[in-house]
């Protein structure tokens, strides 16, 4: 059975810090691995999605990272700012259950100004 | 295009009263999936539907919860005679097609309250 871990459960920086989220998973069998941001009382915003033959993929000040094989993934935020705060979901498709994704408990993020 | 819409955004119910969430997925999709995001916990999948199918419902409870994707209207999400275990943020996403390069578009969830 799949499971997804999200290292750490909270996380406060002072704006303009670089930082790393992490996730791992348990079973390597996945479609695709997704990252999602969560403001609070919304619903998921998708930030990036890795296909499992890929190793990352960039959008702006993001970068998510893939490694099958040690069931992990990072999310690296460059120079964070305040308007980064919230929590962020990690959610892995698994190859053989149909289009259901298993989320982590999610990171919840605070950026300081 | 609008996204996906969920109504109501917030429901109050009290126990033994049933509930209906409705979803409308993003123009073109026919996959929809419900998940429940219940208070402290992460989100949960629950059922994934295509229009007139339930093709996993692993993730349902078993008793008073059914969903279903017609022709033609949204989907909807029904829980029956509901308790106050089942207050938690009920999300649906939607995909064009099941694949692996298709990422699921989130509505904005229907926050149900039990009294």
């Known amino acids: 059975k799949q499971e997804v871990t999200q290292i750490p459960a909270a996380l406060s920086v002072p704006e303009g810090e670089n930082l790393v989220l992490n996730c791992s998973f348990t079973d390597s069998a996945i479609y695709n691995l997704q990252w999602f941001r969560q403001d609070p009382g919304k619903g998921l915003t998708s930030l990036l999605l890795?296909?499992?033959?890929?190793r990352e993929q960039t959008s702006g000040r993001l970068n998510a990272s893939l490694d099958k094989s040690s069931g992990r993934s990072t999310l690296y935020i460059a120079a964070s700012q305040p308007g980064d705060s919230a929590t962020y979901l990690c959610a892995v498709r698994q190859g053989n259950q149909g289009g259901k994704l298993i989320f982590g408990q999610g990171t919840e993020l605070s950026v300081k100004p | 295009n609008a996204g996906v819409m969920q109504n109501p955004r917030h429901l109050v119910r009290r126990r033994g009263q049933e509930a209906r969430l409705r979803c409308s997925p993003m123009?073109?999709?026919?996959?929809v999936y419900w998940y429940r995001q219940l208070p402290e916990e992460g989100l949960k999948f629950m059922v994934y539907l295509q229009k007139e199918n339930i093709i996993d419902e692993s993730g349902m409870p078993k008793e008073r919860f059914s969903a279903e994707f017609p022709k033609e209207g949204p989907s909807i999400l029904r829980i029956q005679q509901v308790v106050r275990g089942d207050s938690a943020a009920y999300f649906c996403?939607?995909?064009?097609?099941?694949?692996?390069?298709?990422?699921?578009?989130f509505g904005p969830g229907t926050r149900l309250t039990v009294l």
């Open positions: 996403a939607s995909s064009p097609r099941q694949s692996s390069t298709d990422t699921q578009y």
């Open positions: 890795i296909q499992s033959s890929q």
């Open positions: 123009k073109g999709h026919s996959h």
